[in-house]
C-alpha cells in the first residue's frame, strides 16, 4: 500500500481501517521493520498482544537492534506518557546522551511539530491496541533533500488489554551519509499511516 502526496494531508485516523494486505509483505517498506513485526506477530501467539517478558533481545536479530526502543508507558491521569527503556544507537548517537529513563518530551525535538507527531502516533497505538506502520518525511535546517522516517509501533501488555510497553523500530533514511540521527526540523509531512492486521482483506 502507499499514500501518493497529494493524498497524506488528508490522512486521518479511518486509516486504520483500511485492508493493508500484510500478510503478503506489501505495507512494511523496509525489511528490518518487516523482521521485527513479525517476530513480535509470532510472540502474540493466540493473544492480542505479547507481554514485555515475551520479547527475547537475543532473538532480535543484531543488525535490527540498534533500530529498536523500547518505551514504558506511564498513565498520570488523562495524560499518557512515554519513557524510554531501551533506545538503539540511531536515536542517540548525534547527541551522545542515551535517552533511558528519559520522557519522550526530553528527548525529541519539538520543531515543526515533530514531537506532538510521534507522541500522537503511540498515543494512538496505547488507545486502540494495534500495531502500526508510519512514514513521514521532514527536512533538515539548511538541506532542502527532505529525510524520510519509517516506524513500526507494537504493543506491548502484561494484562492482555492495556497496553504498557511499546516496542518501537524506527529506520531513518538520510540524504548522505554519516547524518545525525536527530537533526533540527524545520518541516514535516506525514505520507503513511496504518494499523497493521494480518486478517485483512487483500
Sequence with gaps: MSV?????NTLDRALC???TGVARGSV??????ETLYRYWLERCGSRAMPRRADIDPVAIPAAIWPHVMILEVVREGAKV??????AGGVFWRAGGVEPTGRFIEDVLPAT??????VVAIYTEMAANGRPMYSENFFTRDGQSV??????VSLPLSNDGVVVDTVLAG????????RDPAFPVVDG?????????DEAAPV
Design 4 to 8: 501518493d502526496n497529494a493524498s497524506a
Design 17 to 19: 481501517q483500511v485492508p
Design 28 to 33: 512494511i517498506a523496509d525489511a528490518r521493520l
Design 81 to 86: 506518557r512515554f519513557r524510554y527503556r531501551r
Design 112 to 117: 515543526a511539530g515533530y514531537l506532538d507527531y
Design 146 to 151: 527532505p529525510m524520510r522516517t519509517r516506524r
Design 170 to 177: 524506527h529506520v531513518f533514511e538520510y540524504p548522505r551519509e
Design 188 to 196: 514535516l509531512r506525514e505520507a503513511v499511516r496504518v494499523c497493521l
